[in-house]
Nanobody, 124 residues
Framework: QVQLVESGGGLVQAGGSLRLSCAAS????????MGWFRQVPGKERDFVAA????????KYADSVKGRFTISKDNAQNTLYLQMNNLKPEDTAVYYC?????????????????WGLGTQVTVSS
């Protein structure tokens, strides 16, 4: 099992930036890929971005392409999400997740370890 702890959320005005971090501990060596998802009350958890822990390949949701950047620090077992030009519709709880297998990185299934989430609020 991998323990994940997110940080870096907060309140920001539209057009602003935030950088989320996700610290991984435990069986981090078993991780194949990690991702960021977000969720608003009453809606499903949506894919934001993912990165291969092996080769660094990335994937983004269309809604965040060009604005968000996912990155990792293997030595520190830390995942990041740099969010620029934030919009009110980016408001959500952001979760990081880890998976031990390859597959469709855009769906929550396959990710077996999840953090508790960090709130991001973007005001207009």
């Amino acid at each position: 099992q991998v323990q994940l702890v997110e940080s870096g959320g907060g309140l920001v005005q539209a057009g602003g930036s935030l950088r989320l971090s996700c610290a991984a501990s435990g069986r981090a060596f078993s991780t194949v890929a990690m991702g960021w998802f977000r969720q608003v009350p009453g809606k499903e958890r949506d894919f934001v971005a993912a990165i291969s822990w092996i080769n660094g390949n990335t994937k983004y949701a269309d809604s965040v392409k060009g604005r968000f950047t996912i990155s990792k620090d293997n030595a520190q077992n830390t995942l990041y999400l740099q969010m620029n030009n934030l919009k009110p519709e980016d408001t959500a709880v952001y979760y990081c997740a880890a998976r031990p297998s390859v597959g469709d990185y855009t769906t929550p299934s396959g990710y077996v370890d999840w953090g508790l989430g960090t709130q991001v609020t973007v005001s207009s």
